[in-house]
């Protein structure tokens, strides 16, 4: 299976596809023969590429899916799993903080999703789209914890997504 993999490591910026089995994987290594190494345990000759894309700028989201589905040819897992977080009050959070969550932990997600469904998924009637969402997106945070609304409400946005992307996309 060909899958594209959205990493963490600085919150957005380091980005993966690879041609993979999905089993214990930490597909964000820095070094790209260690990660490699690392899915080719076996000796199956796995091919592995790393692509960087800021999820907080749609238009590198744009470039990363078009390069991605260039390398792979077509895609048939993408696992969002880019996530960012910005800690102030609600009272006084700043509107630049929640764009720049929204745009990585949601509009990044819908947009990436969307190119990868559209011109791979959807042709060939298969592909399976795994985001990574948070408790926070079901529940809020605990009381007297994180002040993280941006975060809670684009995880609670997530799901619902999901759930949405599910049913139309089936």
């Not at 947009?111 to 985001?131: D, H």
């Not at 945070?141 to 409400?153: F, M, R």
Request: with cysteine.
């Amino acid at each position: 299976k060909l899958a594209a993999i959205m990493g963490d490591q600085e919150f957005t910026r380091a980005s993966c596809i690879a041609p993979v089995r999905l089993k214990n994987l930490d597909p964000c290594h820095e070094d790209i023969g260690r990660f490699r190494k690392a899915l080719d345990r076996k000796g199956q000759g796995v091919r592995a590429s790393v692509l960087t894309c800021d999820m907080s700028d749609l238009a590198s989201v744009q470039a990363f899916a078009q390069a991605a589905l260039a390398q792979l040819g077509h895609c048939d897992i993408l696992v969002n799993n880019a996530g960012a977080t910005w800690g102030a009050p609600a009272e006084n959070f700043p509107l630049d903080a929640w764009t720049r969550v929204m745009n990585v932990n949601l509009n990044g997600v819908f947009l990436l999703s969307q190119f990868i469904a559209r011109e791979s998924m959807i042709p060939r009637r298969y592909g399976r789209i795994l985001n990574i969402a948070s408790t926070a997106g079901l529940r809020g945070p605990l009381p007297d914890t994180l002040d993280v609304v941006a975060y809670s409400a684009s995880k609670g946005g997530l799901v619902n997504l999901t759930r949405h992307l599910s049913s139309e996309w089936g």
